[in-house]
């Protein structure tokens, strides 16, 4: 696979978005050492000191439909979940695309896409992890929020080692999806190291706060929930919290 380092970028989601429109290569890694301008999902910023943590963005190009972006996102938490689990640190996947550890977090996923109605151009899978960073490394806003491995571990960790972890996890997970259409082991992971699955939950639905209870996610990649009346429905997006 191709890999693009950099050592300072505003975002390797720009990046990546900026090589796919022009090259579209699957499987194109772009990785930087500092982002200037790193995002965060609902339009918010993703602070990316300078060698603290691992910024990196992945370019696919699968023959699925917009609607199937779910599942890439879903393989992508599995991947790194898995990735990090090798390295001797068990964390937990709080759906749709977080990583926690100790109810706080220390890795989000951004997916982008480029694409009309009923057909995909690419996909940017965004990966940020907080692998070196200490306390004072983090904005005072997330400190509560936010937390990096070395922080839970005591030790710093190898990031070429864990990037190596990931995209293996990454490529075998994803060829699941793509070639044999299975997504079962991506899930299997996703459930089994669940923050919320057999949780009570508070979600933001359609502008509204919500309770129900998260039981499973779903082949396609949402998040299954029962409501207090005993009915079950399906989120593909959203904002879920632990209750309680
Ligand atoms: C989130 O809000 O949880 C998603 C954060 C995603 C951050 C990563 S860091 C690498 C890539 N480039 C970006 O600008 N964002 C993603």
Redesign the pocket.
Do not use: Y
């Given at each position: 696979r191709e890999i693009f380092y950099f050592d300072t970028l505003d975002?390797?989601?720009?990046k990546a978005k900026e090589l796919a429109a022009n090259e579209q290569k699957e499987g194109t890694v772009v990785i930087a050492e500092e982002?200037t301008n790193?995002?965060?999902?609902l339009g918010?910023s993703?602070s990316?000191p300078k060698k603290k943590g691992i910024?990196?963005?992945i370019i696919l190009t699968p023959e699925i439909e917009p609607t199937d972006a779910a599942k890439v996102t879903q393989v992508a938490a599995a991947a790194v979940w898995k990735g990090i689990n090798e390295v001797g640190v068990k964390t937990q996947i709080k759906w749709p695309?977080?990583i926690v550890l100790n109810g706080k977090k220390v890795c989000?996923?951004?997916t982008e896409m480029s694409g009309e109605l009923n057909r995909l151009n690419y996909l940017v899978v965004?990966?940020?992890i907080n692998a070196n960073m200490s306390d004072e490394d983090f904005p005072e806003e997330i400190r509560g929020l936010a937390t990096s491995l070395k922080i839970e571990l005591n030790k710093e960790v190898e990031r070429k080692e864990l990037i190596g972890r990931i995209l293996n996890n990454f490529e075998e997970l994803y060829e699941e999806l793509i070639h044999n259409n299975s997504i079962d082991k991506s899930i299997k992971i996703c459930v089994e190291n669940s923050a919320l699955i057999g949780k009570d939950v508070r979600l933001i639905l359609k502008g509204k706060e919500e309770e129900a209870k998260a039981i499973d996610i779903s082949k396609e990649g949402e998040l299954i929930i029962q409501d207090k009346n005993g009915d079950i429905s399906k989120i593909i997006s959203g904002e879920v919290s632990v209750r309680g």
């Open positions: 975002s390797t989601n720009l982002q790193g995002r965060g999902r918010r993703w990316s910024w990196m963005s695309n977080d989000g996923v951004l965004g990966i940020g």
